[in-house]
């Protein structure tokens, strides 16, 4: 097997004999995807660093990589002994590439690439950079030819047809009026999910995103797909041809565009479209313009609608059980058999595909992190201390999940409940929000930041992303972003549109926190207002909560949404397990004796806050009343009037049985009072 050193030898070899002083090796596919398969995987191949980002620029001499923060451990363990030198991207004194190309590159001289992975975005950004200096760009040299002789090949799995309730004939039209409307002549889909929604297909080209390797070129009559006939059954060839698609080999598209006419308008997004594709429709009009299908892919049908109500379901079944395993035996894992085993409580469910991203388990200080993912070199062990982050999801056959929750392992401390609290009062403050149609994600981003920004503090993270249905689980272009970003479109939200709503506070080196559901815009009882319908179901955690901070409409929304989870899940759960997500339900918030809001029977969990009233009022010492082994927490309050005033958390553990009840009314004259009244509000 080849050393790192003597791969990137031979490819100075290739380099001298094409002419070029440099090479650019990115991470990427012939489309922009955000995960890539294994045939393009060069860059990894050719530098021995397999995280999923990072660039590789080699010289005559030297050779370096860039990647961010994520991946500086990995990196320097990886590159050691490879004569690469790792450029710390976003650190001071870091250049850029394009920056670092300018000073390094000769006079004249000539810098390769492959043009199929390079985004048209890049290639701009090096050539102005560049231009200076009259460099030579070289998009047509393929850095793993003649190198990476075991080279996989192209995906081709088989691709198999998806019913959003939109059928393909009619989404052709749709885009067809897009095209009339801009006097377009063609539409150029470089996007995989942009031609997979529209031809209702999926398959299984990419890592986490089911989606097939192809272009999809649309006339005002005729559509040609280049794709991989190999990955397409007979019967969707058929129907392909019956709705006025025909299939032509996928590396066809170059040649299909440089032969059309002189002038010839054409809607291609520059986003997606490569750099090679860029060369080819430099003889007609481009109109570089947002995918009318991504636009239109933002908006769920009805049928797509059910289908991540459906999906939910699933997840939340599989989400209780990995929490339950969280909660009882956390030291039974470690990040990595963690994620492992929530990938098997997915799988297990009926519609299940693939995991829609790879999931982040990340263990105390690691969840400062915002996008950790667990390595071999990272990875530790659990502990029943401290606070976990999972951010992950699922691909179904039905749709798509993305659900974010920090699970408390054992004790923690005072600010990482307060902390984890402020960040569940902005998640809950954006999903109860009704607003005007015509208001944009940027409108309301506030809404989720706005407890963090009371006290001074802030998340440097978009609070909110798109979600496509059985496509990218990062699907543009509805978001919730305070920030208005040059050259990303900033649509309304309409009903259909799905978004993830995940604010999250992040302490370096101490602890992190994210919580996150997925909302579905639909319309509000009022005329010409929108809501948010949530569809995902899985319990927050209370013991990483400190609910006296959360207000009265904030704890009324989260009783009703534990209450929801529970009467939807529990018929699909084990005794235990239901029995773990009705415990985790219980939230009360009690005033003297009376229950002002319960949000289970109210029998089963009044009963606790009334005994521990009771022991309130006979002991001024909390801390010594051995109440605290059954489940309930109220540190800091000496009487039963600053207990009172304090929201109760219970579990059932605390639910006294016979015994605990006499031995309490034997002890405490007040709490045989308080007893029969329960009986009688029951």
Known sequence: MQTVSQRLALLRQRMALRGLDACVVVTGDFHGSEYVGDHFKTRA???????????????????YLWTDGRYFLQAERQLTGSGIEL????????????????ERLPEGGALG?????????LYRTLEKALAGKRVRMDGGFDPAEGVWSDRPPLSAAPVWAFDSGVTRREKLALLRQDMAARDASYLLLTDLTDAAWTLE????????????LGFLLL???EAVLCAQAESFPEDIRRQLAADGVALRPYGDIYALLETLPAGTRVMADSATANARIAGCLAHTEWLDADSPASRRKAVKSAGEQEGFRRAHVQDGAAMCRFLYHMKTHPEDYTELSAAALLHRCRAAQPEFREDSFPAIVAYGAHGAVVHYEPTEETDVPLRRHGLLLVDSGGHYRCGTTDVTRTVALGEVTAQERRMSTLVLRGHIRLAMARFLRGVMGENLDALARM???????????????????????????????WRFVEGIPHPALEEGMLLSDEPGYYEANAFGIRHENLLLVQPAEQERFLRFETLTLAPFDRDALDVSLLTAEERTWLNDYHRRVYETLSPLLEPEVAAAVRAAAGVLRARGAVVEECSLPL??????????LACAEASSNLARFDGVKYGWRAEGCGSLEELAARTVQVTDTAFPDAEIVRRYEERYPVFRALYPALRTLT
């Open 45 to 63: 191949y050719l530098s021995g660093f397999t995280g999923s980002a990072g660039t590789l620029l080699v010289l005559a001499e030297e050779a």
């Open 87 to 102: 450029m710390r991207a976003g650190q001071p004194g870091v250049p850029t590439l394009s920056a670092f190309l300018a």
């Open 113 to 121: 690439f492959d043009g199929r992975t390079v985004s048209t975005k």
């Open 201 to 212: 297909l999926r398959g299984g080209d990419v890592a986490c995103t089911p989606v097939f």
């Open 219 to 221: 006339g005002r009559e």
């Open 451 to 481: 407890p963090l920004w009371e006290q001074g503090l802030d998340y440097d993270h978009g609070t909110g992303h798109g979600v496509g249905c059985v496509l990218s689980v990062h699907e543009s272009p509805p978001s919730f972003r």
């Open 603 to 612: 029998l089963d969990y009044a009963v606790p806050a009334y005994y521990i």
